[in-house]
């Protein structure tokens, strides 16, 4: 019923201008005036979910969302429910007829990429470097939280960014806000491939404590995985696996051991063996 409510004043209204030229001609659509970035769920984030949203909004006289109706859904609810409030937070500039404002609808295109998340290597150093102290130099549980997030998200997306460019120069990016202990265990990997995985890694030492410390884990894993493979395919195209890409390999296969092992023992204090009766 809505469904129909919905379309049904869309076609009304879309009728009325096209079935009157000269109204059409003076007629100037609702347009945002709210500033502010579109808010992306971190939890479509971390698990990499993309979309695009179109969501109708009735928009009243003073420029206030209505009605709201998803008429394009991204095909995952965290997506769709998070473009309908964000455009119900939106304050327009109501369209008008001859200067005049009057309650129209209007389309909104939200488009969720990681892809498309600009990326600027001075504007990612500072912002990284910055979350790092505030991180360290905070006592408030709730703004060392968030900051923790922030950081974390600043590392999926040089992550993201380095699948498609994928250059070697990168790496001293990566080795200028990474602590000591992780350049020292990854430092023959510089000069061979790309190594995003150090950010993760250094994520989980400095923050072992951190809520997203978790998700930190299993973007090393992946990470650690492709570039395994990555060596691999390498070794192959030189048709010999060469005694540095064996010492590379040994260091990958020891991390992934130690954190395969991190989180048996975790399950071990979580759920301790009980004596035999």
Known sequence: MVKRAVYNALCLFFAVIIGCASTASRFKPAKVKTNRELEYPLSAQLDKIEGEVVVGVFVNTEGNAEQLQVLESSGHAVLDTAAYRFAKSLIFDPAVVDDKPVSSWTKLLLRYKLTEVPFERNTWLQDVLNYQYIIDSTQDVVEKRRHQQKLYMRYIGLSTYLE??????????IHKVVTKHTRARWADFSRVI??????????????PESEFTQNAKEELIRLLIDAEEALRIN?????????????????????????????????????????RQ
Do not use: H, W
């Open 235 to 275: 070794a192959l195209n030189k048709g010999r696996l060469s005694r540095t890409d064996a010492d590379l390999l040994d260091v990958i296969k020891k991390r992934l051991d130690e954190l395969q092992r991190d989180d048996y023992n975790k399950m071990k204090e979580l759920f301790p063996l009980q004596p």
């Open 164 to 173: 498609r460019y994928n250059n070697l120069e990168n790496n001293d990016l």
């Open 194 to 207: 790309v190594a995003p995985f150090m950010l993760f890694d250094d994520f989980i030492y400095r923050y």
